[in-house]
């Protein structure tokens, strides 16, 4: 009986300890420590094989980490423990989302919601599937069913908002960010997307009173200051535009141009080889050897900082089989896949929004829409990836702008993405 007691105090110690080691490991993750969280986990884990929290919770953590496949590997340990887990589902699903395994995820999604029909973050999360394919009409109809559920979502009404605004449906997509804004998303965000929207009606008096909001929200916010300079200038007020202006050298951020009504050239290096339409006055630097040819383009008062930074590389790189050893379109992807994520491993932020597979005149290409930031004392950058594959030649194109300027140059990059033309 004696013996007994004693491994019965024995397991209460040890569980004891477990239990310990786990609320460590969630204070760690809720304070962002993932590093911490992860260590903690480990140590309950590994006592303990079969703690389904710690399985779960850990899975999130190296989501966090971006570990994708362990990540997947604990969801799936976490779903075998308990397999009626709409929660476990939905975390496989976004597992699966950021390893590009689209369809994968879809269904681990649908198995959350078939679990639990009033869970509405998986709907939510297909919704974002078709936002990366561009199936906006299909995103809206998952964000609407989240919203039938939990009509408290203000991330999904924003969703809604820039989708809406996207489709030209502007007062419906007013309505979704006031509802976004009063439900407490960051009220910037919705203040100076509502300006934005009626600064394209021409409003230009309700797109300053929108963005004095936003800049009265957070007095850093750059895109505010510059649009309101914008909107000033459009209704004549020079003073207050400069005053704006100034406002934003102050705080070592350049502002830049109104593109709405941007015309365009065609700008094409010395062998023909490469061209493209891109606004006029830009200016071109070309750079060619036996295996490289590239083309960069940029605004002609590139060194003016305080306007606006935007460039455009493009380039053809030859040979590829027997300078990289590799044979075969997929084989080549993966090189340009494994050659960013490589490249991004210096930088202090790197994230991908989506990554597509097309065509673009009969040839193979992925797209890919990204931000960077090399150093902190850098702005962040976002861009265009665009590469193309044919035989054994590789293009890629580079489009890159400031993030908080990326409204203005989203619609001339993707005019200018559909106008390349590559003889390879």
């Known amino acids: ?14 569980f004891s300890q477990l239990d310990k080691n786990y609320s460590i490991a969630k204070k760690n993750l809720e304070l962002k420590n993932y590093e911490g969280a992860l260590a903690n986990f480990h140590k309950v884990i590994n006592k303990k094989a ?20 362990s990540s997947l590997a604990d969801f799936n340990k976490y779903i075998e423990f308990n397999p009626k887990s709409s929660d476990g589902y939905n975390n496989k699903g976004l597992a699966l989302g950021y390893l590009n395994l689209a369809d994968s995820a879809r269904s681990s999604f649908d198995k959350a919601v078939l679990l639990d029909s009033k869970f509405p973050q998986p709907l939510v999360n297909i919704a974002f599937i078709y936002l990366n394919v ?67 009606e021409k409003k230009f008096d309700l797109a300053i009173a929108e963005y004095s909001k936003a800049i009265k929200v957070n007095d850093s916010k750059t895109e505010a200051i510059n649009n309101r300079a914008l909107s000033y200038d459009s209704i004549g007020n020079k003073k207050l535009a400069e005053i704006d202006r100034k406002r934003l050298k102050e705080i070592n951020a350049p502002y830049i141009v109104d ?39 940029l605004p002609n008062d590139k060194n003016d900082s305080t306007k606006y930074f935007a460039k455009v590389i493009m380039s053809i790189e030859r040979n590829m089989k ?4 590799v044979f075969t379109s997929p084989e080549m992807i993966d090189f340009w896949k494994g050659s960013s994520n490589e490249n991004s ?34 702005p962040l950058i976002k861009q265009y990836e665009f590469t193309l594959y044919k035989e054994d030649v590789m293009f890629y194109a580079f489009f890159q702008c400031f993030e908080y300027q990326y409204q203005f140059f989203k619609n001339v990059f993707e005019k200018s993405i559909s106008t390349i033309d590559v003889k390879m």
């Not at 079969?50 to 496949?69: C, H, I, M, S, V």
């Open 1 to 14: 009986m004696k013996i007994i007691l004693f491994l019965l105090l024995l397991n209460l110690n040890l």
């Open 50 to 69: 079969n703690y389904k929290d710690a399985l779960n919770l850990r899975g999130l953590t190296y989501l966090y980490l971006q570990e994708f496949d």
């Open 134 to 200: 561009y199936d906006n009409d299909s995103a809206l109809i998952f964000f609407d069913k989240a919203l039938a559920i939990d009509k408290n979502l203000p991330e999904v009404y924003f969703q809604k908002g820039k989708l809406l605004h996207s489709k030209k449906m502007y007062k419906e997509s007013i309505e979704n960010f006031n509802s976004a804004a009063s439900k407490g998303y960051q009220k910037d965000e919705c203040f100076l997307n509502i300006g934005n929207i009626y600064y394209k």
């Open 259 to 297: 593109f709405s009504n941007v015309k365009y050239d065609n700008y094409t290096n010395a062998d023909n080889s490469i061209s493209v339409d891109l606004p006029k006055g830009w200016v071109k630097e070309e750079f060619k050897d036996s295996n490289t040819t590239t083309l960069t383009i």
């Open 322 to 325: 027997k300078r990289f050893n």
């Open 345 to 378: 491993k210096t930088y202090k932020t790197y994230d991908v929004f989506y990554e597509k597979n097309k065509t673009h005149k009969d040839i193979i290409c992925l797209e890919f829409l990204t931000r960077f930031q090399i150093n902190p004392s850098q």
